[in-house]
């Protein structure tokens, strides 16, 4: 089946570019999104990427695709304080209509003042 | 950006007993979903519901939980006896019929089963 892995924790000065990295296993025609968790609160959709494409890029946000290592990364351009939160990559299948989403464990970015 | 709703935000039970959570979609919005994530773990699909009837359900979906559309808007997940393994976070989901949609979260619904 499906699989979605990430590191679990980051950790960046303000200022800096944060780099969180996804791997996943599905083979056919994908989205590929990321959401954010702040404390306490639900699943913010950030962005999402179909797996026809090698970049997104929205704001201080870029995701990369690498499709042959199944490898998707999101860069987050001038950190700040106020992106500390849990970050979720995960990947649905589109061949089969509106299916469901397979979610990583989540990366844990704090962001150091 | 669209909003979905989930009441209550947290709900603490006893073992055994019956909840159930709420969630209002985003009108127009026809597909729903329920997602749960215990503590430290992944987030996980339960349920997807379309055309008053499941469409898929995973593993975790078994005799002990339940959905509907009560009134034709709000959607509900029912466990009926819950046990401690259901503590978690409870996540509504919902998505419209476009085929580049999105699944917009509500903010969850803590469950705490002691």
């Known amino acids: 089946g499906e699989d979605v892995e990430q590191s679990l924790f980051l950790s960046v000065r303000e200022g800096d570019s944060s780099v969180i990295n996804c791997t996943y296993t599905?083979?056919?025609?994908?989205?590929l999104y990321w959401y954010k968790q702040e404390p306490g609160a639900g699943l913010q959709l950030l962005t999402y990427i179909f797996s026809n494409m090698d970049m997104k890029q929205d704001q201080r946000l870029t995701v990369l695709l690498n499709k042959k290592d199944k490898h998707l990364s999101l860069r987050i351009a001038d950190t700040q304080t106020g992106d500390s939160a849990i970050y979720f990559c995960?990947?649905?299948?589109?061949?089969?209509?509106?299916?469901?989403?397979?979610f990583g464990k989540g990366t844990r970015l704090s962001v150091i003042a | 950006e669209p909003e979905v709703t989930q009441t209550p935000s947290h709900q603490v039970t006893q073992m055994g007993q019956e909840v159930i959570l709420r969630c209002v979609p985003i009108s127009n919005h026809l597909y729903f979903y329920w997602y749960r994530q215990i503590l430290g773990q992944k987030v996980e699909f339960l349920v997807s519901?379309?055309?008053?009837?499941?469409?898929?359900k995973s593993e975790i979906f078994d005799d002990q939980f339940s959905v509907e559309r009560p009134d034709g808007s709000n959607f509900t997940l029912k466990i009926r006896s819950t046990k401690l393994e259901d503590s978690a976070m409870y996540f509504c989901a919902n998505e419209g019929t476009g085929s580049t949609d999105t699944q917009y979260f509500g903010p969850g619904t803590r469950l705490t089963v002691l």
């Open positions: 599905d083979s056919s025609s994908t989205y």
């Open positions: 995960a990947e649905r299948e589109v061949d089969s209509g509106n299916t469901p989403l397979v």
């Open positions: 519901f379309y055309n008053n009837e499941i469409s898929e």
